[in-house]
């Protein structure tokens, strides 16, 4: 570094930030001039997951038409400071979770409800769904209230944990596969 440059000069500050874009070229940061370091690095930085899910990667509901059914999945605070979370839907008109959202301690285990109403056989003849469930995550400080504005106010600091695709599995089957699945479910959600 030239002995002109002041420590942490906001000329200083743009160069550096402009080679880091440049070595990570395909990606989708714009860099100003009066961007600090700071942004860009968290930019490139890959987020810890602050939370864990029971299931993993998809939601397991009854094939039932006409009907509401409903599914579990059990998340909990693996950091070590309290997380506010909440659940989104692109289905917002046929599906609900209780809780929706809200802050857990670390270490604190939830089951969240999942209801969804499954269409009729003629509008869905195959059975599947493009339901899918988001839960975004915040890292809070101790004591904060949620509030429907907590996500709003800190949006770079939102992490997406995770996305649930939902699964029909058909109650008339005997299949095993559709038994171990539900029980599998049912036993881990219940289980601590």
């Known amino acids: 570094m030239p002995w002109w440059w002041r420590e942490g000069s906001e000329q200083q500050q743009s160069i550096v930030a402009a080679a880091a874009v440049q070595q990570h070229q395909g990606s989708n940061v714009e860099v100003k001039k009066s961007a ?3 942004v860009i690095a968290k930019a490139f ?3 810890k997951r602050r939370l864990s899910f029971h299931p ?13 059914v ?3 999945v059990k998340i ?6 309290p997380v506010a979370f909440k659940f989104q839907t692109n289905a917002p008109k046929s599906c609900f979770m209780r809780p929706p959202n809200g802050i857990l301690s670390p270490g604190e285990t939830i089951i969240a409800i999942v209801v969804k109403f499954v269409e009729q056989p003629e509008r ?9 469930f988001k839960i975004v995550s ?22 997406v944990e995770r996305v649930l695709q939902v699964v029909f599995l058909d109650p008339q089957s005997n299949s095993s596969v559709s038994s171990v699945l539900i029980s599998s479910c049912v036993v881990n959600v219940q289980s601590d």
């Not at 993993?56 to 509401?68: A, M, V």
């Not at 869905?124 to 339901?131: A, F, H, L, Q, T």
């Open 124 to 132: 869905n003849p195959e059975k599947k769904s493009k339901d899918k």
């Open 138 to 159: 915040l890292k809070v400080k101790p004591g904060t209230e949620y509030t429907p504005e907590l996500f709003d106010e800190q949006k770079e600091f939102v992490a």
């Open 56 to 68: 993993d990667k998809k939601l397991f509901f009854l094939y039932e038409p006409g009907q509401q």
């Open 70 to 72: 409903s599914s579990a």
């Open 36 to 38: 600090p370091i700071t």
């Open 76 to 81: 909990k605070n693996t950091s070590r400071s």
């Open 45 to 47: 930085l890959v987020t």
